[in-house]
């Protein structure tokens, strides 16, 4: 069974980086042809494509948080991690890692992140 589960801090200082994990289990995230997303959803808003890890460790980020977002992965403990730097309020909002085939079909609970001082 595949499951995907999402972990760091819920609160984040602002001008501070962001750090979350994606822990997958039940496949392997270099597995061919599945893509390892990053999505978000700020309160009262909709669902924020953030980026994209591919099976073979290639990265595409959205264009309005590239310059912010860097998504990496540790193949040996099947996880891939966003880093979002820079961060004010606007970036708060629940988190998703998403796995995509074509469409999302598996997704973790989310993980809330406020930035606050």
């Known amino acids: 069974q595949v499951r995907l589960q999402e972990s760091g801090p819920g609160l984040v200082k602002p001008s501070q980086s962001l750090s979350l994990t994606c822990t997958v289990s039940g496949v392997s995230i270099t597995s061919t042809y599945y893509a390892w997303y990053w999505i978000r959803q700020p309160p009262g808003k909709g669902l924020e494509w953030m980026g994209v890890?591919?099976?073979?460790?290639?990265?595409y980020y959205s264009p309005s948080l590239k310059s912010r977002t860097s998504i990496s992965r540790d193949t040996s403990k099947n996880q891939f991690s966003l880093q979002l730097s820079s961060v004010t309020p606007e970036d708060t909002a629940v988190y998703y890692c998403?796995?995509?085939?074509?469409?999302?079909?598996?997704w973790g609970q989310g993980t809330q992140v406020t930035v606050s001082s």
């Open positions: 998403a796995r995509e085939q074509g469409g999302y079909d598996y």
């Open positions: 890890m591919t099976y073979d460790g290639s990265t």
